[in-house]
């Protein structure tokens, strides 16, 4: 299934969940919070969050400095 990635296109298998596209990014274990049709996911529902074709999705990930 295709969905839009931080206004980019990608493709997932039908029924993964926002974990798989988390596994796909490389990004596990990173400072992240996830948007999907501009409602955030907890972390917490990131395994059970299943995404459907077509969905948006933003990932923002948290840089520190200083």
Same mark, same amino acid.
């Given at each position: 299934? #295709?969905?839009?990635?931080? *206004? ?6 039908? /029924?993964? =969940? ?10 596990? *274990? ?13 972390? =917490?529902?990131?395994?059970?969050? #299943?995404?459907?074709? /077509?969905? #948006? ?6 840089? *520190? /400095? *200083?």
């Amino acid at each position: 299934m #295709k969905l839009e990635v931080n *206004g980019e296109i990608t493709q997932l298998n039908e /029924g993964a =969940s926002l974990h798989d596209l988390v596994i796909k990014l490389d990004i596990v *274990g990173q400072r992240i919070a996830i948007e999907v049709n501009q409602e955030i996911v907890p972390r =917490s529902q990131h395994a059970l969050h #299943k995404l459907n074709a /077509g969905d #948006k999705v933003e990932v923002v990930r948290a840089i *520190g /400095g *200083g």
